[in-house]
């Protein structure tokens, strides 16, 4: 049977091979380059292989930019960022979804057209906003400005909307207020949603960019894809170092991504085809 | 008579509890969409009719004399020139060959999970540590992709230092970046088309080619839009990408967009008020087109 199977695609086997290397190729040149010493890398023809694995360029990173810091940055904001996002995200959408309150609809049309503002348009005010509050290199700063709960209420709603009635109205007959139905029924009966919507908004605020490099300006709130930066300079960017650092940034990231393929697929489709 | 008004005052009670639970639920997210939204919103409203600015503190109402100075600034239209060109070719690019990595992988094959891995996995990276990985591809001088160029025996190319290819390199980084995620929404599309569909045009005796082209094509046209509305707007977004590899926006400005201009002029120029004017136009723009993606196929979401 497999042999059959593959028989029967044997160019299109090979063509995604080519194509898997190509999109691999710069995962594997930059763990190569991390092990470079600066002869390999100013070597002509380029040195494909290190001439030896020694760990030195790593050591040099922590010398050269407190990349632990900015690890530390990254990872305390955006996990902050995710946990708020979501609870404040889960409730307003249960309200939505659930509840029956005044206004209801202009809320959700309120919310709605957030979506269609991109971050550059906010983010001048918002910088104005966050110096008057002295907020300017403060985690409150980074974490606050970036908390966009609208799409993952849209995404959590959808989900909440599937969950029927009747079993809000057994907790509600047992003598539950609404937010105990919340805590013990809703949120126990999303479990995948919530996770999706949560490595949905954690990819989100450990990419982000613009609006750390706006609010930050001390070297010691700098979040990761800012730090890592400062390895470029314009006069000859030691590359060898380059890639220690950038090696160090994407592995933890793949390694999970490896362990929740599934999840991370799910969070594309559900938050791709619901927009 | 007792009865029906107890019923009537316990759904009444039903109501005020649910209004009461709604409004402490809704308060955080209503305070977070004042404060990041609404108020920003109005505020960059009344910053692009004055003449805001980092570095002087008058601020006086100017009237459309910022919209007018963008219209009429030859780097604006520049950069909306290159972000033209960006969408143009990324989307092309990005959307056919996810199309048919997408038709492939949906073959019973063999690695297909290494497979949707390798593809996806420059989605979940963070973009400023790929890019950094690829600003050494593009050195003229001691990049992998020079040596590449002259094994296959082509002449060298500047990459990123030169006028006529900087833009490029930038959108061949693009490309190779996203690609994962359309192949992705296309792979989902197709794997949603019921195999009985495809069964009953194969017993009608259609080729592979006219299933693909008759049946499998048309049945994703939803998802093609969206995948083509989005690519649209989020190239008109791009920011993080240039600003890692470009820092100085290429040479003649060359990598010079839409987000980048506005990002120059109000913080690294500090002149907000064109900046405000400038992200207005931009608004307008995509909104456009978010409005032509919406009418073109989505379901609201309904209350009933």
């Not at chain 2, 969409?33 to 003449?51: A, E, H, K, Q, R």
């Amino acid at each position: 049977m497999s042999k059959h199977l593959r028989s029967r695609y044997p160019f299109t086997t090979l063509f995604l091979f080519i194509s898997a290397a190509l999109m691999i190729f710069p995962f594997a040149w930059m763990l190569l380059s991390a092990f470079k010493t600066p002869a390999d890398v100013y070597n002509y023809p380029p040195k494909w292989i290190p001439s030896s694995f020694k760990f030195t360029n790593f050591a040099e990173v922590f010398k050269k930019i407190p990349f632990i810091r900015f690890y530390a940055n990254s990872i305390f904001v955006s996990v902050v960022q995710t946990v708020l996002q979501i609870w404040i995200s889960a409730m307003g959408a249960f309200a939505f979804a659930k509840l029956d309150f005044p206004l209801k609809k202009k809320l959700f049309a309120f919310m709605q057209s957030s979506l269609f503002v991109p971050e550059i348009v906010t983010i001048i005010p918002l910088f104005l906003l966050a110096a008057i509050a002295g907020l300017v290199d403060t985690y409150t700063g980074l974490i606050v400005a970036e908390l966009n709960c609208a799409f993952t209420t849209l995404l959590l709603l959808s989900f909440f909307q599937t969950i029927p009635n009747e079993l809000i109205d057994a907790a509600k007959v047992d003598g539950c207020g609404y937010f105990r139905v919340f805590l013990k029924v809703i949120l126990p009966n999303s479990k995948t949603a919530i996770g999706t919507a949560s490595l949905f908004a954690f990819l989100t605020h450990w990419r982000s960019y613009m609006w750390p490099l706006i609010i930050t300006n001390d070297v010691k709130m700098r979040t990761l894809p800012i730090g890592l930066k400062y390895l470029v300079t314009e006069t000859g960017t030691e590359y060898q170092v380059l890639m220690a650092a950038s090696l160090m940034a994407i592995v933890p990231v793949l390694v999970v991504y490896m362990f929740m393929e599934k999840e991370f697929v799910q969070s594309i489709t559900l938050t791709g085809l619901k927009t | 008579m007792a009865m029906k008004k107890k019923e009537a005052t316990k759904v009444y009670s039903l109501k005020k509890e649910q209004q009461r639970a709604a409004a402490v639920m809704m308060t955080p997210l209503l305070i977070t969409l004042i404060l990041l939204f609404l108020l920003p919103v109005l505020l960059v409203l009344i910053m692009s009719f004055t003449n805001w600015s980092m570095t002087t503190t008058t601020r006086s109402y100017v009237g459309f004399r910022n919209f007018l100075f963008v219209l009429n600034d030859g780097r604006f239209w520049k950069a909306f020139g290159n972000t033209l060109f960006y969408t143009g070719i990324k989307l092309v690019a990005d959307t056919g060959l996810a199309l048919f990595i997408a038709v492939l992988l949906d073959k019973k094959i063999h690695f297909r999970r290494f497979f949707r891995i390798a593809h996806f996995a420059p989605v979940v990276v963070p973009i400023t540590a790929s890019s950094l990985i690829w600003l050494w591809f593009y050195d003229p001088g001691i990049g992998p992709l020079n040596q590449i160029l002259s094994w296959l025996g082509l002449p060298s190319m500047q990459w990123l230092y030169s006028e006529k290819t900087a833009l490029l390199s930038v959108i061949l980084f693009s490309v190779w970046k996203g690609l994962g995620y359309n192949v992705i929404l296309f792979l989902a599309g197709l794997q949603s088309i019921p195999e009985s569909y495809l069964e009953a045009a194969r017993i009608d005796g259609a080729s592979e080619r006219q299933v693909f082209r008759k049946v499998k094509l048309p049945l994703l046209a939803p998802v093609t839009s969206f995948i083509i509305m989005m690519g649209i707007i989020n190239c008109f977004k791009v920011f993080t990408e240039v600003d890692v590899m470009t820092p100085n926006h290429g040479p003649l400005e060359s990598t010079l967009l839409m987000v980048s201009y506005i990002y120059d002029q109000s913080f690294t120029r500090g002149k907000m008020g064109r900046g405000a004017a400038a992200a207005i136009i931009l608004f307008l723009i995509i909104f456009v087109f978010t409005m032509l993606q919406r009418r073109l196929g989505r379901k609201e979401v309904s209350f009933d």
